[in-house]
């Protein structure tokens, strides 16, 4: 049994952090409007990947449509984005750092969880634990839970998580956010990829 108080936690976003979700996201966007006849611009959709589902939705559909629509998405989305979604260079091994040093290492998403799951156990990336659903300062209650010290993610919304739950927040310039963007949001360190966390860690864990 790992006794929680020895060991460290660490929390990693997924989309853009874990992922490269556009590919994916773009052709099931275009599902979704080929489907609906309602135009949806995938290009714009995909460079502002982190909120949730519906902050997009609303650009798109009427307020009443949402719910349905986002049920509509998350139905179609297995078929299409799993296997288009590539992992992020150095993905693995970070996930692989955090548990060869003793570590857990959890996965807090804004995406729903079921396809979260999917996405990670279709890469083989392998957390001890997914967390879906939650967005920004709601990553907290995840953090908390878990005890998680560390939280690594590619967006301001990461970083508010991160200093919701009093967390030491990595983030990393791989998303819709660039390196100064995430300082100014409060970041701890911002590191270019995942390929600079295994060191990173290293270095904090002494």
């Not at 967006?155 to 990393?172: L, P």
């Not at 956010?177 to 966390?197: P, S």
Request: hydrophobic letters at 45%; glycine letters at 8%; a negative charge.
């Amino acid at each position: 049994m790992t006794h929680m108080t020895t060991t460290t936690t660490i929390g990693f976003d997924l989309d853009m952090t874990l992922i490269d979700s556009r590919p994916g996201i773009h052709a099931c966007y275009r599902a979704l409007a080929d489907r609906t006849g309602t135009y949806i611009d995938a290009d714009l959709a995909v460079t502002r990947l982190g909120p949730p589902l519906v902050d997009e939705l609303v650009h798109w559909f009427p307020a009443d449509e949402i719910d349905a629509m986002a049920d509509l998405y998350r139905e179609m989305y297995p078929s299409i984005a799993i296997t288009a979604t590539p992992a992020m260079t150095g993905a693995r091994e970070a996930i692989t750092a955090v548990q060869a040093s003793g570590g857990r290492a959890i996965v807090v998403t804004a995406k729903y969880e079921p396809n979260a799951k999917l996405h990670l156990e279709h890469l083989g990336i392998a957390p001890d634990e997914v967390i879906g659903d939650l967005w920004a300062e709601r990553k907290a209650e995840a953090l908390l839970a878990h005890g998680a010290t560390v939280y690594v993610g590619d967006h301001t919304g990461d970083v508010r998580g991160a200093r919701t739950a009093n967390a030491y927040s990595v983030a990393v310039a791989t998303g819709p956010c660039d390196a100064a963007e995430l300082r100014e949001a409060g970041a701890d360190v911002v590191l270019a990829d995942l390929t600079e966390f295994p060191a990173w860690l290293t270095s904090y864990s002494r």
